[in-house]
């Protein structure tokens, strides 16, 4: 990375531009679920029109139209950077949890708000403003590297990020975080009852099952088989599916040439379509965004945990970051990987560290009915006032280090 990047203070207005052009659509989509234009229901056919249509056609489209596998060599990092953030951010709010003194349920709250980031909404549509407006972001190892590039790498970036977010949430985070409270069963107790005749009878029925052991064992592994396939399946979504398939036509040069080459007929005809998809998902994703803030005053439990709504929100937007963003910086200075010399990375990198918690998680605690009202309180005050000041310190800091790492 050798440009002349401008400095700190010269770039604040231009971030706080971006930052509010986000946040304009996101106070539109909230004003109209204040004036019951997007109701809950809405905004839920809303969002999953999106997740199943028009996000596939963006993850597509950013993909496959200028993905080459010279830009596959550092996307391994990713994953790395996700267990190492994910770890650190759980450790913060075990930690933080034991000095508010939380009790067991509190705790998993805590930590799951810590851990599970919005890693899709938001940051997609502020990476996008950002690559379209930013100077210094362009990418040396990619001859002429252009904005529609650099927001293309933030997307796939972003995607795989959310992919691997969203396996975690909906397992570890559904089914033990945010698990639904046990129902105790109180059950007499039932004493065993000796009787001769009965033991004569399950020594038969012993000898019967010992035979068919063998038989039952390679059932048994079929079985298995076919609930890891099923697993799988499960996991996959559509953005997913369109990732994969967006790799699969950037990698075969005649596919690539069927899509994008601007004379061919599904280039004129399919590829168009899918574009014209594409550029309604951004502006959808930030007018639900807005509209999930909306909380109805009936709503509202005066039993919240004011605590347990601090406490959370300080592990996920400040000592995480705190933490962090001084290791990135570090990493993206002195490590000869390749990835972290790509600036959009880099300020993808810093946005997903101090990044509000996962909407999603709303749906999570209304499906367990568990902490429904804590969570509106944490998504409020996160989204509402701290995601603005946040999101330009974090881009101030991403710039910082890109400029700081091109001059080693």
């Given at each position: 990375?050798?440009?002349?990047?401008?400095?700190?203070?010269?770039?604040?207005?231009?971030?706080?531009?971006?930052?509010?052009?986000?946040?304009?659509?996101?106070?539109?989509?909230?004003?109209?679920?204040?004036?019951?234009?997007?109701?809950?229901?809405?905004?839920?056919n809303l969002g999953?029109?999106?997740?199943?249509?028009?996000?596939?056609?963006?993850?597509?489209?950013?993909?496959?139209?200028?993905?080459?596998?010279?830009?596959?060599?550092?996307?391994?990092?990713?994953?790395?950077?996700?267990?190492?953030?994910?770890?650190?951010?759980?450790?913060?709010?075990?930690?933080?949890?034991?000095?508010?003194?939380?009790?067991?349920?509190?705790?998993?709250?805590?930590?799951?708000?810590?851990?599970?980031?919005?890693?899709?909404?938001?940051?997609?549509?502020?990476?996008?403003?950002?690559?379209?407006?930013?100077?210094?972001?362009?990418?040396?190892?990619?001859?002429?590297?252009?904005?529609?590039?650099?927001?293309?790498?933030?997307?796939?970036?972003?995607?795989?990020?959310?992919?691997?977010?969203?396996?975690?949430?909906?397992?570890?985070?559904?089914?033990?975080?945010?698990?639904?409270?046990?129902?105790?069963?109180?059950?007499?107790?039932?004493?065993?009852?000796?009787?001769?005749?009965?033991?004569?009878?399950?020594?038969?029925?012993s000898l019967k099952?010992?035979?068919?052991?063998?038989?039952?064992?390679?059932?048994?592994?079929?079985?298995?088989?076919?609930?890891?396939?099923?697993?799988?399946?499960?996991?996959?979504?559509?953005?997913?599916?369109?990732?994969?398939?967006?790799?699969?036509?950037?990698?075969?040069?005649?596919?690539?040439?069927?899509?994008?080459?601007?004379?061919?007929?599904?280039?004129?005809?399919?590829?168009?379509?899918?574009?014209?998809?594409?550029?309604?998902?951004i502006p959808l994703?930030?007018?639900?965004?807005?509209?999930?803030?909306?909380?109805?005053?009936?709503?509202?439990?005066?039993?919240?945990?004011?605590?347990?709504?601090?406490?959370?929100?300080?592990?996920?937007?400040?000592?995480?970051?705190?933490?962090?963003?001084?290791?990135?910086?570090?990493?993206?200075?002195?490590?000869?990987?390749?990835?972290?010399?790509?600036?959009?990375?880099?300020?993808?990198?810093?946005?997903?560290?101090?990044?509000?918690?996962?909407?999603?998680?709303?749906?999570?605690?209304?499906?367990?009915?568990?902490?429904?009202?804590?969570?509106?309180?944490?998504?409020?005050?996160?989204?509402?006032?701290?995601?603005?000041?946040?999101?330009?310190?974090?881009?101030?800091?991403?710039?910082?280090?890109?400029?700081?790492?091109?001059?080693?």
């Amino acid at each position: 990375m050798q440009h002349d990047h401008p400095p700190v203070t010269e770039l604040a207005l231009p971030v706080f531009e971006s930052v509010l052009q986000v946040v304009f659509i996101a106070f539109a989509g909230y004003l109209s679920a204040r004036a019951n234009l997007l109701n809950k229901d809405l905004q839920k056919n809303l969002g999953n029109l999106n997740l199943n249509l028009f996000t596939p056609c963006l993850v597509f489209i950013k993909i496959a139209s200028t993905l080459t596998f010279e830009k596959l060599g550092g996307l391994w990092m990713i994953l790395f950077i996700f267990a190492f953030q994910s770890i650190t951010f759980f450790a913060v709010a075990k930690v933080s949890s034991r000095l508010f003194h939380l009790s067991e349920a509190e705790e998993k709250f805590a930590i799951a708000c810590s851990v599970f980031q919005n890693s899709n909404s938001y940051p997609i549509a502020l990476i996008t403003t950002l690559a379209y407006s930013m100077h210094g972001l362009e990418w040396d190892d990619i001859p002429n590297d252009s904005q529609s590039q650099i927001a293309s790498r933030g997307i796939l970036y972003l995607v795989i990020y959310s992919q691997l977010g969203m396996i975690v949430r909906w397992s570890y985070g559904f089914k033990y975080l945010l698990a639904a409270p046990a129902i105790e069963e109180h059950n007499v107790p039932i004493l065993p009852i000796i009787d001769s005749g009965r033991q004569s009878f399950d020594s038969e029925i012993s000898l019967k099952s010992d035979t068919e052991e063998f038989t039952s064992r390679r059932v048994g592994q079929r079985h298995w088989i076919k609930l890891f396939g099923s697993a799988v399946l499960e996991l996959m979504n559509p953005p997913l599916w369109s990732m994969i398939i967006a790799f699969i036509v950037a990698s075969v040069p005649i596919l690539k040439n069927l899509f994008f080459d601007k004379s061919s007929f599904v280039n004129m005809t399919l590829t168009r379509a899918i574009e014209s998809g594409s550029n309604v998902a951004i502006p959808l994703i930030v007018v639900v965004l807005g509209a999930n803030l909306y909380i109805p005053k009936s709503d509202i439990q005066t039993t919240s945990s004011k605590k347990l709504a601090w406490s959370s929100i300080m592990c996920r937007m400040l000592i995480s970051p705190l933490l962090l963003c001084p290791v990135l910086a570090l990493a993206a200075r002195y490590l000869p990987i390749s990835v972290l010399d790509d600036p959009i990375f880099i300020l993808v990198s810093f946005l997903l560290i101090g990044s509000p918690t996962a909407i999603t998680l709303s749906q999570i605690c209304q499906i367990n009915g568990v902490f429904e009202d804590v969570m509106s309180q944490v998504l409020w005050w996160s989204y509402g006032v701290f995601v603005i000041p946040s999101s330009i310190l974090l881009v101030l800091a991403g710039m910082e280090t890109i400029r700081w790492a091109s001059s080693a």
